[in-house]
């Protein structure tokens, strides 16, 4: 039973080109959580999403970052123009449907954007 | 979100017990204490949960006190590889929702 795939696990862009970030959850859960980890950072959420729906967007960038999760396939982040400070860990977790007492998140194993 | 405090890190000898606290004076009744720990270069990884009563599973056990503002997390016989940044976390139990990390608690393991 695989966990939560994320790839790439280690992504270098240029200044001002675009990365996307993919994340397939486990199978059976229909929610997606991302976070970013600065350098010796704490991990900060950015964005909650379902089944072609955001539900929780509070904790992203108002520009450059976009998120979706198509009814089939797997979530991407998108980060348009990329600059330094985007450089970062990105962790991607999911969630099953259901009681949330039931259950712990599952976290895959980060992408890591660096940016030069 | 409800907040947690941890110590910012701790010390523990190979194979010894290790104690972590976690103090949240401001949970409410709908909060599920949450820990998950961060191993270096990995992702964070689930550990345990409870909601008022203790909880053990194969990884640590979780006590939780009387009045619920605080709790505790036990790892029988700490090993290398549980040197890691070990978090607690309110988890609301309404919906689905975003786990709220705080900055851990920083757990070295030493022969």
């Known amino acids: 039973n695989a966990g939560v795939m994320q790839n790439p696990r280690h992504l270098v862009r240029r200044r001002g080109q675009e990365a996307r970030l993919r994340c397939s959850p486990m199978k059976g859960h229909s929610h997606v959580y991302w976070y970013r980890q600065l350098p010796e950072e704490g991990l900060k959420f950015m964005v909650y999403l379902q089944k072609e729906n955001i539900i929780d967007e509070s904790g992203m960038p108002k520009e450059r970052f976009s998120a979706e999760f198509p009814k089939e396939g797997p979530s991407i982040l998108r980060i348009q123009q990329v600059v330094r400070g985007d450089s970062a860990a990105y962790f991607c977790a999911s969630s099953p449907t259901g009681r949330v007492s039931d259950y712990g998140y599952t976290f895959g194993s980060g992408t890591r954007l660096t940016v030069v | 979100d409800a907040k947690t405090t941890q110590p910012n890190s701790m010390e523990s000898n190979e194979e010894e017990p290790v104690h972590l606290p976690c103090n949240h004076s401001?949970?409410?009744?709908?909060?599920?204490i949450h820990w998950y720990r961060q191993l270096p270069s990995q992702g964070p990884e689930y550990v345990i949960h409870g909601l008022t009563s203790n909880v053990n599973n194969r990884m640590a056990s979780l006590a939780i006190a009387e009045d619920r503002k605080s709790s505790t997390l036990i790892l029988h016989r700490a090993t290398l590889r549980d040197a890691a940044v070990y978090y607690c976390i309110l988890r609301y139990t309404g919906t689905a929702s975003k786990l709220t990390f705080g900055t851990g608690t920083r757990l070295q393991v030493t022969l």
């Open positions: 401001t949970i409410s009744g709908t909060d599920y």
